[in-house]
Each structure stands twice: as C-alpha cells, then as structure tokens.
C-alpha cells in the first residue's frame, strides 16, 4: 500500500481500524455477560457504536502516528492500537478463574474472525467483474489492511504478559503460584510490550505466527 496517498491510506484504513479495536473489547464483554457479568451491558459497552469505545490515544492517536510516519518513509503501514477497555466484574463470573480465560480469548478470537472476513472482502474485490476498476481495487486495499491490523492485535493480545489477553488467559490456567507469580507482572506488562515492539524481539517471537496467519488469509483472499 506504499503507492497510496496519506488521505488513500487513511480512507483504506480507518474503517478496519476502528471495528478491529472496538469489536475485540465487545467480545470481551459479550463473553463475560454470558458467564455471569453484566458489568459492560449495565455500562451501554456492548454496543458496537465504535464512539462509545474510542480511546482518543489508542483509537486515533497512534494509528495516525504510525499511518502518517509509514506515509513519510514510504513502508507499507503497519498498525495497532486500542480501545477503552471493557470493564470486567471478576467476582460476578460464576467460575472467576477458569471463566476469565475465555473472557480474555474472546478479544483475539474476534480478531481472527474479522480478519476471515476482511479476507472475503479482499476476495470479493480482487475478483470483481461486477465493480468499476477504482471501486474493486478499495474493496481490495481495504480487505487486506483488515486482514493485517487484525492478526496484529490477536498475535499481539495473545502474548502471555499480563495485562495482555495472553496473559490473563495464562493466569487462569496455571496452578495457584505460578498464576500469582506471573500476575505481578502486570504493573510492568505494558513497559515489557513496548520494549518487545521497538526490538527485534518482536520479529523473533510473533513474526512467525503474525506470517502465518497472514499467509493463510492471503490464500483465503485468492491472492496466494
């Protein structure tokens, strides 16, 4: 997408962006709703009004930050960002526990879902006879820019330090103390992803799940 504009590249984006950020922390709330907690749905946070999500830093800032520094360097954009995360009852689960995993694996799970469907968007443009030639190659822009924002944030919500998805779901899961030891990481989680996001650490431990999964939505898209 290094041929597009600023204005193209944000046009092309902005719509997966937002529904990538904003839907994964629904799908938090959705799940914890149907094991007990209805903490997001009393608050209006299942709506999919993506106003009632945005995070004026991680919903527009940093996505602008980064589509306009990979417009300035020529490089094909490559996004994350997040929402105002869906608040979670932990003692309304009726297994607090074991069902925080699946409330922590819905965010990720949604992603991967989105991306199966920007990849039939995707599809729908590269083999669209039907469409003017401009309108079939949006479609197609915007397709694969849902399919790589959102297996960015599954790969990334994935890795198992807390506050990450990963890293609640491995607290759930592990015996007593291991779960207590790994949890008080979760004061440093955040400095512990940025500092994996500007290394080449990043590469070293998503680049191969991250390629992966972009692979196989490719060949979903017909484009492989």
């Not at 193209?8 to 902005?14: E, G, L, N, P, S």
């Not at 995070?55 to 490559?78: H, K, N």
């Not at 003692?91 to 199966?116: I, Q, T």
């Not at 015996?175 to 940025?194: A, D, M, N, T």
Request: hydrophobic share 55%; proline share 9%; net charge positive.
């Amino acid at each position: 997408m290094s041929d597009l504009s600023l204005p193209q590249t944000i046009a092309v984006w902005i719509v997966p962006v937002l529904f990538a950020i904003t839907l994964h922390e629904v799908a938090h709330g959705w799940v914890a709703r149907l094991f007990g907690d209805p903490t997001a749905m009393m608050l209006g946070r299942l709506s999919v009004n993506p106003i009632r999500h945005v995070d004026p830093i991680g919903t527009v800032a940093v996505p602008l930050f980064l589509l306009l520094l990979s417009s300035l360097s020529g490089t094909s954009p490559m996004l994350f960002g997040w929402a105002k995360p869906v608040p979670v009852t932990f003692e309304n689960l009726r297994n607090p526990k074991r069902d925080m995993a699946f409330v922590a694996a819905a965010g990720p799970l949604s992603n991967l879902l989105m991306a199966l469907f920007w990849a039939l968007v995707m599809r729908a443009g590269v083999g669209s006879g039907a469409l003017p030639h401009s309108a079939a190659m949006f479609l197609a822009y915007m397709g694969w820019a849902g399919v790589q924002i959102n297996v960015i944030l599954a790969v990334l919500n994935l890795l198992p330090v807390p506050p990450l998805d990963g890293g609640r779901i491995a607290v759930a899961l592990l015996p007593g103390p291991w779960s207590w030891q790994l949890s008080r990481i979760e004061p440093y989680g955040i400095i512990i992803v940025l500092a994996l996001l500007v290394t080449p650490l990043w590469n070293l431990i998503a680049g191969p799940p991250v390629m992966y999964f972009l692979q196989l939505f490719a060949t979903i898209a017909g484009i492989r």
